[in-house]
């Protein structure tokens, strides 16, 4: 198993089931989006605030492969790390583990930047030391 | 702009949008997934009929790369096409594009397998027509 | 069967659906809002210009009977009536209806008004004719 | 504020905004159906096993009063109450608290019973004692 700058435990709900039982595909960048935006808190920088001063976050490519499924009660956590690619880009690697066997769920590559409301590039300087140390070596 | 096997005319619910007042990153793999099951069923496989006779079609890998925003009241529609990449394995090729103003709003490229309730490899014979006729020239 | 003021074709998507291989109760109201957003529109009431302009047509209460489920693969419509109960209030009657048997999915009563952004109610001059014409008779 | 026989934590996940910057009405159905299932969990009630079993707990009605809306970061609670009303139904008594000023954010009554596949009653053994104690004294 990786070493991650960041983690999150969650649990299933049932209504992210879908008719074959298990968490819906889409379901899961739901999970990544909320610990994305838990490991920015984190850092100080709060996604909300940001939408309202007109700075969008925002994800330009994703990447998922589907290892396993979740299952109605599972208990599973995220492991999130942050490497800047460009001047204006960064990936999150996130990877999802079940609780129940520690198997891999999934791992998933988010590229994203941020623009502002005429959808020019707009790094907000708050995230300029977070990226400066995700820096690729 | 390509050529499609099967497209989708669609239109954003305001129940899509997020604080950003666009659509979503994960709702889209909610259209993605409609316009597949929607396809499969005009070759007469119909995906809930498989589930419940114990034979899922599952996503293994998803890539999306974003490059405009749908928002509230836009109108869009999907192309689609198919391209078996192994015995057992198939792609689903699929771009959004807006009505308003014929902008390209995503590509994504979904693989797809099948497996039974012991996870195992298990194609159903109605999906063999589909994927010859989708083999990689 | 009532009438209606306005009624919109709808049809179930896969991901809708939750274990129980039938439409999650939630989702119902995303067909309800969907369906009060498009009567709205074809009265030229345009549900998110309004939001921003800061004026916010909220649900004040909601009420459901569910009658029967809806699965995979159905199609079905939505009646809609509304109604005015107060200077500030009016009600959206909803009732949903499967195509295959005519059957009764469920009925709804969804109240609303409209708030601007210090929650002080603000009612659209838009909104106006639509309710001298829905006022309780 | 009343007493409650079962509570639980949640945090408002960013994807459940919509474009007013407020969650969603249909999301609370979420959180309520979360907390219900957690509820009966707590009493050794699995939901997904009993739909495994085909016996379906199903609401059939519900009745959602909105008093305060939840914003991105919010922090709330979900207190429980459960009335049995008849021989085959019981109501779940819900209300919502945000955390950081202790508002009420909305009050639900959700009307359950038990059907099996056939759409029979179909109370699981395991409810009786929940009910019994639940019963409208």
Redesign the interface.
Known sequence: MRDYRFTLDMKV???E?????VV????Y??YL??CR?EFL?SQGI???RL??EKV?L?????????QA?L???DVFWIGLNLERISPLRFVFIQDIYRQRDGRLVLSARTTGTAVNDRGRPCLPPELEPLLAAAAKS
Do not use: K, M, W
């Open positions: 709900r049932d209504y089931l879908d008719a074959q039982g819906n595909n889409a379901v960048q739901n989006e909320h935006h808190l709060d996604f909300n939408t309202s969008f925002v994800v330009v490519r994703v990447e998922i492969d589907y499924p299952r109605g009660g």
